[in-house]
């Protein structure tokens, strides 16, 4: 509360003072206030019945402070109608209504092509793995085809899988079909796995093969992108196979059969097209290395990677 300067402040009045009253000379004791109304001394009273239609602005489900008018509630249920028309608008709001859930859409993606120089002087070597599906939002149809070998020789190893994907949740898919192997021999599997983004963007990739001669085995893959810059990003790489018997045939172990890990360094010149350097160490584990040993080969080695990703 401010004060005005003394300057400011209204004169005193010149009245003469009330004259004063001695109040010692009274008989406060002969005053019999029993006889008095004190009720006609009260504060006026107060309605507060009016206070029960006030509301609580903070109060979950409080009503606006004003209505919708009546008029934004008037017209056609999409206001260009009144331009356009509503035949002629229907199209546009089918065909969003496509984009935006049932529309079919697909895509291959090659994400390994590279050649591998082994660090011991060994051959040079070639890999492929690529993959692609078309479909919904829920049903894909996808395929994926692996492979490799060295140059000049024969292909190696060599497969291709036909599946239907069905989303399980926002982030992986249900994958069942068959896989067929032309090389090193031919032999026919059903295929049953997951496919999807862990937490923390870990791509994840595994399935379980029945093949019919009655082998089964299994596969697992796991990569992430780590961006060094919004081109260059670097990504490691891990596949393990498991066998659940001993396949002769085919020189493999029951147990954990090869490990693979990696770096792999890329450059997107656009999303696209990134081309890669890298490195890669390969080991077969337990018996399947005794077996490669046996036969004159090296179950593990180091190599050095050059090869693209591309999808379109």
């Known amino acids: 509360m401010g004060h005005l300067p003394p300057e400011k402040c209204p004169a005193k009045s010149e009245a003469e003072p009330a004259a004063e009253m001695d109040h010692s000379a009274m008989d406060h004791s002969k005053m019999d206030h029993s006889t008095m109304d004190h009720s006609a001394m009260g504060q006026p009273s107060v309605d507060h019945s009016a206070h029960g239609a006030m509301t609580d602005k903070s109060t979950p489900g409080a009503a606006p402070e004003s ?10 249920r999409h206001a260009a ?4 028309g509503e035949s002629a608008m229907a199209p546009s709001r089918a065909q969003l209504a496509h984009e935006n859930g049932g ?10 092509l590279e050649a591998r120089v082994p660090t011991d ?29 060295e140059f000049g ?7 291709i899988q036909a599946l239907y994907s069905r989303a399980i949740g926002p982030f992986f898919d249900l994958q069942a079909g068959v896989r067929y192997d032309i090389e090193p021999d031919s032999r026919a599997h059903a295929v049953i796995g997951v496919q999807g983004l862990a937490p923390y963007m870990f791509h994840v990739d595994g ?4 093949s019919d001669q009655g082998d089964l085995t299994a596969r697992i893959e796991g990569e992430y992108d780590q961006k060094i810059t919004q081109r260059l990003i670097l990504q490691p790489r891990v596949e393990l196979e498991l066998s659940a018997q001993d396949i002769p045939e085919r020189e493999i172990g029951a147990g954990l059969t090869k490990v693979e890990s990696g770096l792999r360094l890329r450059y997107e010149f656009t999303p696209e097209f990134a081309p890669y350097v890298g490195v890669e160490y390969e080991a077969k584990l337990g018996e399947t290395a005794d077996r490669a040993k046996a ?8 190599k050095l990677l050059v090869g693209l990703r591309a999808w379109f």
């Open 67 to 76: 209505a919708v008018p009546l008029r934004a509630l008037e017209g056609p």
């Open 81 to 84: 109608d009144l331009i356009w």
């Open 103 to 112: 529309m079919k859409t697909g895509m291959i993606m090659l994400e390994r």
């Open 121 to 149: 002087g060994g051959d040079t070597g070639y890999v492929w793995d690529a993959q692609g599906w078309y479909g919904g939002d829920l049903n894909r149809f996808v395929f994926k085809s692996e492979g490799e070998g």
């Open 153 to 159: 020789s024969e292909l190696e190893d060599a497969e």
């Open 207 to 210: 399935a379980v093969f029945l």
């Open 295 to 302: 036969a004159g080969e090296d179950p593990d080695g180091l």
